[in-house]
């Protein structure tokens, strides 16, 4: 059960990941994998270390260092992405995906196993997202970076009137996790 929020973090990272993965590995009942669900927990993942991303290691990624997707232009990833480029990826797929269920007309997912996960037209705006390399790129990134390069906080720090205690707590459930002299 994750105690702190760093745990409660790398918690839910690994969950977007592990669920990730079995959405790409199952198959529907017309044979194609679970590909939106897929991208958009990877976009999770993304989006949760970039907003976690300590001071030091926002300062070397310049432009982007403002957008909740910053993750993607880490040097750890190397997809040399343009600040253009990332926001597009957010707009156009991931806010899409998370917000409406649907995807613009003209753009798509592909289960092949490119080397490149992303596919633009000319003016920087995407044209598809290869779901496998993605996850796999930010998957490695994730075993391999030191997990001290991120400190996580919640975007708001709210006062419940009736916090939960241990015994409240549900095993395995990090939203519902105690968390020791910190009201949720």
């Known amino acids: 059960m994750a105690q702190t929020y760093k745990e409660m973090f790398e918690q839910a990272v690994d969950e977007y990941l592990e669920t990730a993965e079995w959405c790409l590995g199952e198959r ?3 044979k194609s994998c679970f590909g939106y669900s897929a991208t958009l927990l990877v976009f999770c993942a993304v989006e949760a270390m ?10 070397k990624l310049g432009a982007v260092r403002k957008n909740d997707f910053r993750m993607l232009a880490h040097e750890k990833l190397g997809l040399c992405l343009s600040s253009v480029q990332i926001t597009n ?9 998370a917000h409406t269920g649907v995807l613009i ?5 592909s289960p092949k196993p490119e080397v490149y996960p992303f596919e633009f037209h000319s003016n920087h705006e995407p044209r598809k997202i290869y779901v496998r390399p993605f996850f796999e790129i930010v998957q490695r990134v994730w075993q391999k970076i030191d997990h001290g390069v991120f400190d996580p906080a919640p975007t ?3 006062e ?6 241990k015994s409240d707590a549900l095993p395995g459930a990090g939203a519902l996790s105690y968390i020791p002299g910190h009201a949720r």
């Open 28 to 30: 529907r009942h017309n």
């Open 50 to 59: 970039g907003r976690a991303l300590v001071d030091n290691e926002i300062k």
């Open 89 to 97: 990826l957010a707009k156009w797929y991931r806010n899409n995906l």
């Open 105 to 109: 007309e003209g753009i798509g997912l």
């Open 156 to 158: 708001q720090r709210l």
């Open 160 to 165: 419940v009137q009736d916090p939960l205690t």
